[in-house]
């Protein structure tokens, strides 16, 4: 989810070692398939967001980190890999990894330790990791010491070396978020043209509940002495400054960098794809999700919808919005569609029946995939209610079931829990769950910021519950989700299913109060 909100921590119970509870015992499964050492080896781009917080600072930091390690297949991650890191006071640094190690279990959980110097000493960076395949995975950040703890959520992805002597080429949609430099949330999206070291191309903001829409310049340069390695270099977009992380040749990473203005800026991350053509006007069953913040606090939107021409048909969207989930009613008129098939940027809108407008303009990377911002407010103003993006992906694979979502699949959420008398902070939750007739049980780890409580290894059950082959409940509602943690009680979810390996949810009805964003990903 994205880091939109400003969530407090309690500095005098900066050490704790156990969450709510109230669940039962679930003992975890043993570890069950064809993951080893050998399946991380290669150079990975990652990326994480999250917080961090030392013992007697009076708050939690928001930050995030973009970087690349390579690992051996052995065990071990060799030195010479390097991360960027701000925080949304716009402070940058650059981290050397000088080494580290890794584990992997038969059921593609692990750890993953990167070795670093910190203030001048020696200091260790900590993650959970599960793999979906051996081209990458889910990361969990679960640094804790008795000292400085950190969390966040992300992933990683195998990068190929041929790309970073190609550099940045080509027609990208783009999606960066987070936040300015006075702490206010933040969202870009758009798409741009590379070549030569250049750009051009447009750009959708939302900056503070402003929005703002047009052409975009920049420039692109490597970093001479880590490109080749890791792929990174250096970017100028919109007069924004930022270090980029090639992938492949269809993905970049990046990172906002503020060193020459003395680490005042934003706090931005995101990707850009590669779009190798404009795709055509979107059409079929599309899901999307989006996260952020509104004037009431974190904020997620979850939905799907049928494209048709200019209209919009079977809808259906969750919120959850400061804490409070409902499910709109969605009326089935005053729905449009527009779509700029020289840029691939769109608009659409729908309305509930009570009259408020949901307007969100999106870019097609591709006919089944895109980036997607919430515009929605008055009728001809700049002024937005939310600031929130994410991302839209066509529906694939239905009539969905309990055979053909069934296996093994990582899970993964991120966003806001609430604790008596300590208010709303950071949760990260990272699984490796096995669906057989929609029943799940694997295992997790949850680090709750709130009072910074690390649990791993947690027996975890539940279950799904949908009869639409949309994958919704088949009654005109949602489907739901049920997780149960070994110890903690049990936590309710709204699931969309995109495809058989893909899954958004959000937290529904829960105590404590919960705003977290999610995803179920197949393992191949």
């Not at 001479?224 to 792929?231: E, L, V």
């Not at 089935?332 to 949901?358: I, K, P």
């Amino acid at each position: 989810m994205n880091r939109l909100m400003t969530a407090l921590v309690a500095a005098a119970a900066l050490w704790t070692e156990a969450c709510g509870g109230g669940g039962a015992t679930i003992n975890p499964p043993p570890p069950t398939g064809k993951y080893s050492l050998a399946s991380l080896n290669g150079t990975y781009a990652f990326v994480t967001t999250g917080e961090a917080i030392t013992s007697g600072a009076a708050s939690a930091t928001p930050f995030s980190r973009t970087g690349s390690f390579t690992a051996d297949g052995a065990g071990g991650v060799k030195a010479g890999g390097i991360y960027d890191v701000v925080n949304d006071g716009g402070f940058n640094t650059t981290v050397v990894i000088t080494g580290g190690s890794y584990t992997v279990s038969a059921d593609g959980r692990g750890t993953l330790t990167f070795n670093i110097t910190s203030s001048g000493a020696p200091a260790t960076i900590n993650f959970a990791i599960v793999l979906t395949s051996t081209s990458g995975g889910l990361m969990m950040d679960e640094t804790f010491s008795g000292n400085h703890a950190s969390t966040g959520s992300g992933n990683f992805i195998l990068q190929s070396a041929a790309a970073f002597s190609a550099g940045v080429s080509g027609a990208y949609v783009f999606d960066f978020t987070g936040s300015d430099p006075g702490n206010n949330p933040e969202s870009l999206v758009g798409q741009f043209t590379a070549s030569a070291g250049t750009m051009t191309g447009t750009e959708d903001a939302n900056d503070n509940f402003t929005l703002t829409s047009g052409s975009i310049t920049g420039t692109f340069a490597p970093d001479p002495i880590n490109g080749p390695t890791s792929g990174r270099g250096t970017a100028v977009i919109a007069g924004q400054n930022y270090v980029f992380y090639i992938v492949d040749a269809n993905r970049v990473r990046f990172i906002s960098d503020n060193t020459a203005t003395g680490g005042s800026g934003p706090m931005l991350t995101g990707d850009a794809v590669l779009s190798a053509s404009v795709p055509p006007s979107p059409s079929g069953s599309f899901a999307f999700l989006v996260s952020g913040s509104s004037t009431s606090g974190g904020l997620i939107r979850v939905g799907r919808f049928t494209v048709s021409g200019s209209s919009l048909s079977n809808i259906l969207m969750d919120k959850n919005n400061g804490g409070s989930e409902t499910e709109p009613s969605i009326s089935s008129s005053n729905t449009n569609v527009t779509y700029d098939s020289t840029t691939g940027r769109g608009m659409l809108s729908f309305q509930s029946s009570v009259a408020n407008v949901y307007s969100f303009v999106f870019y097609l990377s591709s006919a089944n995939s895109g980036v997607i911002q919430e515009v929605s407010g008055p009728a001809g103003s700049t002024s937005a209610v939310v600031v929130a993006d994410g991302s839209i992906l066509a529906q694939s694979g239905s009539p969905f079931s309990s055979s053909n979502v069934s296996g093994p699949y990582a899970m993964n959420w991120s966003g806001l829990v609430t604790a008596s008398g300590l208010g709303m902070d950071e949760e990260d939750l990272l699984s490796q769950v096995t669906f057989s007739n929609l029943n799940l049980s694997g295992t997790s780890d949850i680090f709750q910021f709130t009072g910074v409580t690390l649990n791993t290894d947690l027996g975890t059950a539940g279950s799904i519950n949908f009869n639409g082959g949309d994958g919704t409940g088949g009654d005109g509602k949602s489907a739901s989700m049920t997780v149960k943690l070994s110890g903690i009680s049990q936590i309710n979810m709204i699931v969309y299913v995109v495809n058989p390996a893909l899954a958004f949810f959000v937290s529904g009805h829960n105590s404590p109060t919960r705003i977290v964003a999610g995803l179920l990903e197949a393992q191949q």
